[in-house]
């Protein structure tokens, strides 16, 4: 079994940038993916990134704005999120073996993102 611990997540002004930490216990041989819940919304995904890190994807709405990264040494993968706007705001999860039904292999705890108008 594998444990992933987001960090973080804080409360920022629209037009600033933070950089999410997902770290697991274990070496994991997966894609790995980030994916948000808003009150009142479903999950939705907003990126994941293969194990070499080569092919990378993105949800339409953070495209160009939001970078997955990850270190492998380190079990590690992160999320670089600029240009943030208020509809941003979320709990931010990260996963293993993401699925594009929105199922996962394991998932963080989460870590919430607040940006402010």
């Known amino acids: 079994q594998v ?3 987001e960090s973080g ?3 920022v ?16 041989f997966n894609t790995m993916g980030w994916f948000r819940q808003a009150p009142g919304r479903g999950r939705e995904f907003v990126a994941a990134i293969s194990w070499s890190g080569a092919t990378t994807s993105y949800a ?14 380190k079990n590690t993968v992160y ?4 240009l943030l706007k208020p509809e941003d705001t979320a709990v931010y999860y990260c996963a293993t073996g993401p699925r594009a039904s929105g199922t996962a292999d394991y998932w963080g705890q989460g870590t919430q993102v607040t940006v402010s108008s």
């Open 79 to 82: 999320l670089q999120m600029n």
């Open 3 to 5: 444990q992933l611990v």
């Open 13 to 28: 002004q629209a037009g600033g940038s933070l950089r999410l930490s997902c770290t697991a216990s274990a070496r994991t």
């Open 9 to 11: 997540g804080g409360l």
């Open 60 to 73: 339409d709405s953070v495209k160009d704005r939001f970078t997955i990264t990850r270190d492998n040494a």
